[in-house]
């Protein structure tokens, strides 16, 4: 629905000369519509002008965006990069031009979600890593501007630092002289750092108001690293963190205690228990074997979103896992690579029912269901009656028992999305699993598109065509892999090129 009020707001910034003519004559309660409105058009012109004479105090990005009384449209998942490029210089032009009417004390950048397609006019989006990129050389192009009588303006940002921004967005952090625009971090992901770079910048970024951390992909983490971070650096307001593959691997040089303890998880653990606000933790592909109860008991809060995938589980965690007090609260659980109803089928079934009543979002990919497990797999999601998205890709179900589990999440009244496997009908006789990427992608796919309308038929028939279905083989969409897989892919190049030195050298010496 639109108002009248933005109806008209449209119509002015719809002739952009007109109006940043007309804007010195605007009430400032008026200025936030005009954002939209010029946002919605994607009048970067207008955008660039409206921040540089920002009449209020507060200009956060999300809440403009958001749905209000005169315009019930979203437009916090349209990243447009015109847009959010004339944002960011006319923040800047607030700084240089204001003079004395500069009463922008809060700028907030957060709030804007990266989708896989632009809904924007120009259909060109900017990503979280070129917002940090955006900000940090902007931050640093008013560094060298002579210092004046103007108070600093706080900017909430989330950050997205790798090594191709590194250097200015530390430049950024740590000015050598009080700056017009000061950066405070609210979430923080890392990739492509060094251990060293990577406590280097979360010491810059405000550690005391980070919410989330994210250390993934290419950030070499071991067990050493982790504890040290956590311990030097401290998060105390931190709600969500993801550390790195193999984060829990101790380091090269450790020498195991007599005792079998392991004294740098007991370290990490109570440190984590000292984040009294910690609701969600990802720690996918560490081996964390026995380790669950010593990693998750010390928890002060109940964890509301879980990623134990491809952690090599046993009984003991698992059992550990349907019995503590995080199951009642989970809302997002991942447990994929672990054949959860083969080798723990009573116990995945009580962790299921105890999770019944907060349960959103499940990921059991190449948990080896086969068809024979279907049945219990029926058995163990139908309390799940708050489940909205099921992810079980790689797991080699037939058709038949494909069509047979979409006849029982049809009775699940919330469930929203569904990502299933290529069924093993399509591939060749005798193929194996898990795959890989090669044999994953060399399936029938016209026998895949005749079984996947038949599984689309099978919800239709139950009037549960709101149900979403997919088969993202190589995963689903991530704007942050997407954005930097350039970056990425020289990192690995180099990484690839440094173990054949070492390679190398290993023979030499061995001759």
């Known amino acids: 629905m639109w108002s009248l009020r933005f109806i008209s707001a449209e119509a002015l910034v719809s002739h952009p000369e007109v109006a940043q003519q007309s804007l010195d004559g605007v009430a400032h309660n008026l200025y936030p519509l005009l954002f939209k409105a010029s946002y919605l058009l994607e009048q970067a012109e207008v955008i660039r002008a409206l921040l540089e004479r920002w009449p209020l105090e507060e200009c956060r990005l999300g809440a403009l965006l958001g749905p209000s009384a005169d315009h019930s449209e979203d437009l916090r998942d349209r990243a447009c990069r015109a847009c959010l490029e004339a944002f960011v210089r006319g923040l800047a032009d607030h700084v240089l031009w204001a003079g004395g009417r500069q009463r922008l004390r809060v700028a907030d950048l957060t709030g804007v979600r990266d989708v896989q397609v632009q809904r924007c006019p120009c259909g060109k989006a900017l990503g979280r890593w070129g917002r940090t990129e955006l900000l940090a050389r902007t931050c640093c192009e008013l560094q060298a501007e002579p210092p ?305 309308e038949d599984l689309r038929a099978v919800l239709l028939r139950a009037g549960r065509g709101d149900i979403q279905v997919s088969t993202p083989i190589f995963g689903s969409f991530d704007p942050d892999i997407q954005e930097t897989s350039n970056e990425l892919g020289a990192f690995l190049l180099q990484a690839f090129k440094t173990a054949l030195e070492n390679f190398s050298r290993a023979l030499k010496q061995m001759e």
Request: charged share 20%; aromatic share 6%.
């Open 148 to 452: 004046g009588a103007r108070y600093p303006i706080e900017v909430l940002a989330d950050l997205f630092v790798t090594e191709g921004n590194f250097k200015v967005v530390m430049q950024a952090l740590d000015p050598p002289r009080p700056a017009p625009l000061r950066v405070h971090c609210l979430s923080f992901r890392a990739d492509s750092l060094g251990p060293g770079q990577l406590l280097h910048v979360l010491r810059l970024a405000g550690p005391g108001q980070l919410r989330k951390l994210e250390v993934v992909h290419n950030v070499r983490l071991h067990a050493g690293h982790v504890q040290q971070l956590l311990a030097q650096v401290g998060f105390p307001k931190l709600t969500s963190l993801t550390l790195p593959a193999k984060a829990f691997d101790a380091p090269p040089a450790c020498t195991p205690p007599p005792s079998g303890e392991d004294p740098f998880l007991t370290s990490i653990a109570w440190e984590l228990s000292q984040m009294t606000q910690l609701t969600e933790l990802s720690v996918a592909f560490s081996t964390l074997t026995g380790k669950i109860r010593k990693l998750l008991s010390p928890l002060r809060t109940p964890l509301r979103a879980l990623d134990l995938a491809n952690c090599s589980l046993n009984h003991a965690d698992m059992a550990f896992l349907a019995n503590c007090a995080h199951a009642t609260h989970l809302e997002v659980l991942d447990l994929s690579g672990h054949s959860l109803v083969n080798l723990f089928p009573s116990t995945f079934f009580r962790l299921l029912g105890r999770a019944a009543q907060t349960l959103r979002v499940l990921t059991l990919e190449e948990c080896g269901i086969e068809d024979g497990h279907v049945n219990t797999l029926i058995l163990a999601l139908s309390p799940c009656l708050e489940l909205r998205e099921l992810r079980f890709l790689g797991n080699p179900l037939s058709a038949r028992a494909l069509r047979r589990l979409f006849a029982a999440l049809c009775e699940l009244p919330k469930l929203q999305c569904v990502e299933f496997p290529v069924p093993k009908d399509c591939y060749p006789e005798g193929a194996t699993y898990p795959q890989d990427e090669l044999a994953m992608s060399k399936f029938d796919q016209q026998k895949y598109d005749v079984i996947a």
